[in-house]
């Protein structure tokens, strides 16, 4: 976790992008990876929905 938090302070500070992607059993929760809260600000995270990660947004069928 303290190396998640260094790339998201350099990230932070211009260095880059950060993107991480946890599975979660409820959505509304705040992400978590091995039981700990990853920590994120204001507008900084999303539950992605199912249709998004079959990759539905991609294709010619409407879901």
Do not use: T
């Not at 409820?26 to 920590?39: C, E, H, S």
């Not at 249709?51 to 879901?63: E, F, G, P, T």
């Amino acid at each position: 976790m303290e190396r998640l938090h260094e790339l998201a302070d350099a990230a932070g500070g211009g260095a880059g992008d950060v993107w991480l992607l946890c599975p979660m059993e409820v959505p509304a929760l705040l992400p978590k990876l091995d039981g700990v809260v990853v920590r994120v600000g204001d507008n900084e995270w999303i539950a992605l929905p199912d249709a998004w990660v079959v990759n539905a947004h991609r294709s010619s069928v409407i879901a």
